[in-house]
């Protein structure tokens, strides 16, 4: 029905920077929202960031100032640029997307398979 594809993840040094990527496709009408959430291990899946359909940003405390949430509504892209990363970023981070697609009545979510993020020098 619906493939988010993540990519950007890897290993920065502290202080450095990434750029994490997501494509939406398959059976899509529209999407409200996107953004990209993360989990570090051993705790809860946590909100980075969320941005509407009319480029409404929502960021996590920890994440303002130094990330930026992107997307393409032409093309079903959201973007995280990461700046001045930390070791505490060091996670897991899913795109996510809510969204109406073909042959349900009511609006879904739907998650990316995770990208690694890793801030260690």
């Known amino acids: 029905q619906v493939q988010l594809v993540e990519s950007g993840g890897g290993l920065v040094q502290p202080g450095g920077s990434l750029r994490l990527s997501c494509a939406a496709s398959?059976?899509?009408?529209?999407?409200?929202?996107m953004g990209w959430y993360r989990q570090a291990p051993g705790k809860e899946r946590e909100l980075v960031a969320f941005?509407?359909?009319?480029?409404?940003?929502t960021y996590k405390d920890s994440a303002k100032g130094r990330f930026t949430i992107s997307r393409d509504n032409a093309k079903n892209t959201v973007s995280l640029q990461m700046n001045s990363l930390k070791p505490e970023d060091t996670a897991v981070y899913y795109c996510?997307?809510?969204?109406?697609?073909?042959?349900?009545?009511?609006?879904?979510?739907?998650w990316g398979q995770g990208t690694q993020v890793t801030v260690s020098s």
């Open positions: 996510y997307a809510r969204l109406w697609i073909v042959g349900r009545s009511t609006i879904v979510d739907y």
């Open positions: 398959g059976s899509i009408i529209s999407i409200n929202t």
């Open positions: 941005i509407t359909s009319g480029g409404t940003t």
